[in-house]
Structure formats: C-alpha cells, structure tokens
C-alpha cells in the first residue's frame, strides 16, 4: 500500500548534471544548524527569503518530470488539468559524519527529497504504523511522498558526506 503513495525517479544522466548542482549549492556559503532534533552541516533553509537558488535550475525538468509521473499515479482519474503542483519551498542539506534530522513532517500536500550525494546507509527513513521503513535510493533519484508521513534522516554513519535537495509540494 505504501508503494502506491510514492513515487521514485531516477534523473538520467544525472552524474553528468551533479558536479554543477554541488557547484551551484557550495557558491551560497556555510550555513550550519544545530538545534535539538538536528545537526546539519550546511543548509540554506535560514535564508527562504533569498531568490538566488540557482542549484535547482539543471534538475528542474527532471523535477517536472517527477511532478508528472505522481500525476499519472496517484490523479489520472480526474479531469485533465484539475490538479496542478506547486513548489512552494526549497533548500538543500549537506550532512557530515554524525549529522541527522530527527523525525519530522511538513504541512504540505507533497514533499520531495533529490538525492546528490549519498553514501550506504544515509537514506530518508519513514515511519509507518509504529514501524520504521527505509526505501532503497540511490544519487540522483527524487523521492516524492505525502508529506504528513513522518520521515528523518538518521544520523549520517557513513562515511560521505549526503546531499539532498528538499521541496515542499501544494496542490493548487
């Protein structure tokens, strides 16, 4: 049942687009959190008010793509453009060796977590009827889910540094 609520896709040619999404995250400086509930060695939440996010730009028509594919899933019942998505926020976060983010979930219809680096281990985890669910994923892969599902990322054990890109998703 859960599978029918998620959607994975995998960007293609991604390792060909990764080197100018890291580039493009690494150019808006340092900014670290930690706080009960998380660690996070550079993220750029703290500054929603800027404009200038320009690492979502090479990946943007695979986020489409994304978009289009939960359409086709989860609405292909309902009459043809009466659901619409909205990205209403995004940021990226880089988490070092020990960094986490506690269980949380957001006020949304849909989150998506883009998946730039990641190492064995360092998955989104969910928690499902009491139970924790880790869902296989690899670099260069978006994972689009209901976002009042609770989900974390647990503490980084391995050994590379995890990058994602995280978005919050209205239906308008």
Same mark, same amino acid.
């Given at each position: 049942?859960?599978?029918?609520?998620?959607?994975?896709?995998?960007?293609?040619?991604?390792?060909?687009?990764?080197?100018?999404?890291?580039?493009?995250?690494?150019?808006?400086?340092?900014?670290?959190?930690?706080?009960?509930? =998380? $660690?996070? *060695?550079?993220? #750029?939440?703290?500054?929603?008010?800027?404009?200038?996010?320009? /690492?979502?730009?090479? +990946?943007?028509?695979?986020?489409?793509?994304?978009?289009?594919?939960?359409?086709?899933?989860?609405?292909?019942?309902?009459?043809?453009?009466?659901?619409?998505?909205?990205?209403?926020?995004?940021?990226? =976060? $880089?988490? *070092?060796?020990? #960094?986490?983010?506690?269980?949380?979930?957001?006020?949304?219809? /849909?989150?998506?977590? +883009?998946?730039?680096?990641?190492?064995?281990?360092?998955?989104?985890?969910?928690?499902?009827?009491?139970?924790?669910?880790?869902?296989?994923?690899?670099?260069?892969?978006?994972?689009?889910?209901?976002?009042?599902?609770?989900?974390?990322?647990?503490?980084?054990?391995?050994?590379?540094?995890?990058?994602?890109?995280?978005?919050? +998703?209205?239906?308008?």
């Amino acid at each position: 049942m859960w599978d029918d609520f998620l959607i994975a896709h995998t960007i293609p040619n991604f390792a060909d687009r990764k080197t100018e999404v890291l580039q493009k995250i690494l150019s808006l400086g340092t900014h670290s959190v930690v706080s009960d509930g =998380q $660690q996070i *060695s550079n993220t #750029d939440w703290y500054l929603q008010g800027r404009t200038d996010r320009p /690492y979502l730009n090479p +990946i943007l028509e695979d986020v489409d793509s994304a978009l289009k594919k939960l359409h086709s899933k989860a609405y292909s019942a309902l009459p043809s453009g009466s659901v619409q998505f909205k990205i209403d926020q995004y940021w990226f =976060q $880089q988490y *070092s060796e020990g #960094d986490f983010h506690n269980w949380h979930a957001h006020s949304v219809s /849909y989150a998506a977590v +883009i998946f730039v680096e990641l190492g064995a281990g360092a998955e989104t985890q969910f928690l499902l009827n009491g139970k924790t669910k880790t869902v296989p994923v690899s670099e260069g892969q978006i994972l689009i889910f209901p976002a009042m599902v609770p989900h974390r990322s647990p503490p980084n054990l391995s050994g590379s540094r995890k990058t994602s890109i995280a978005l919050n +998703i209205s239906i308008c």
